[in-house]
């Protein structure tokens, strides 16, 4: 009887002894689950680091198109400006033509050369003052582009911005993960070590 109840024991204590190795076995293979993990987060915590990285690049390049869409809204104010000097001149150019033509008309002999001096003077006024509002018109055209250039670089330095935002929310959220890897690989390896010294006991 005591034979049989030892056999028994035996053969319990044999499948405890096989189950637990199973239980060792599958913590191990937990364990490279869990490094595999850790593995994964390392990757995605240097990627979510480049993204920052591609951010802030996006950030200086949105501000360095700001500055030069700024710098054509300076130039072309001074194109205006230019061209409303030209249109002064131009006005004041007819006025020196109106004055010849009177001129012309009172001088009597030379009247008619005068005259027609005086017209093509007159003419010369005219096209430099459509010229001249050509010219401003073309100004107040770059003034319009070089405004939705500064628009359009605002807003690419607004989306930088979201992106970058983002991308430090993923980084903190895969900390976050990997540091609760981190202790599911600690718990597991206790557990490993606890199997073990039973076994061995």
Same mark, same amino acid.
């Given at each position: 009887m005591a034979a049989d109840n030892a056999d028994a024991a035996t053969v319990a204590a044999t499948a405890a002894g096989e189950t637990a190795q199973m239980a060792v076995d599958e913590a191990m293979n937990a364990a490279d689950i869990a490094q595999m993990a850790v593995d994964s987060a390392d990757a995605a915590t240097a990627a979510a680091?480049? =993204?920052?990285?591609?951010? &802030? #690049?996006?950030?200086?390049? %949105?501000?360095? =198109?700001?500055?030069? %869409?700024?710098?054509?809204?300076? &130039? =072309? #104010?001074?194109?205006?400006?230019?061209a409303q000097m030209a249109? #002064?001149? =131009?006005a004041e150019a007819a006025d020196m033509a109106s004055q010849a033509l009177d001129a012309a008309i009172n001088a009597g002999t030379s009247a008619d050369a005068a005259t027609d001096a005086a017209l093509d003077a007159a003419a010369a006024a005219q096209e430099a003052t459509t010229a001249a509002s050509s010219a401003a018109d073309a100004a107040d055209a770059a003034t319009a582009a070089a405004l939705d250039a500064v628009e359009a670089a605002n807003g690419a330095k607004d989306a930088a911005n979201a992106a970058s935002d983002a991308v430090a929310a993923l980084a903190a959220s895969i900390a976050t993960a990997f540091a609760a890897i981190k202790a599911q690989i600690t718990a597991l390896t206790n557990i490993i070590v606890k199997i073990q010294k039973k076994l061995k006991a």
């Open positions: 680091e480049e =993204a920052t990285t591609a951010a &802030s #690049d996006a950030t200086e390049a %949105a501000i360095a =198109a700001g500055l030069i %869409a700024q710098t054509a809204v300076e &130039s =072309a #104010d001074m194109a205006a400006e230019i249109a #002064d001149s =131009a």
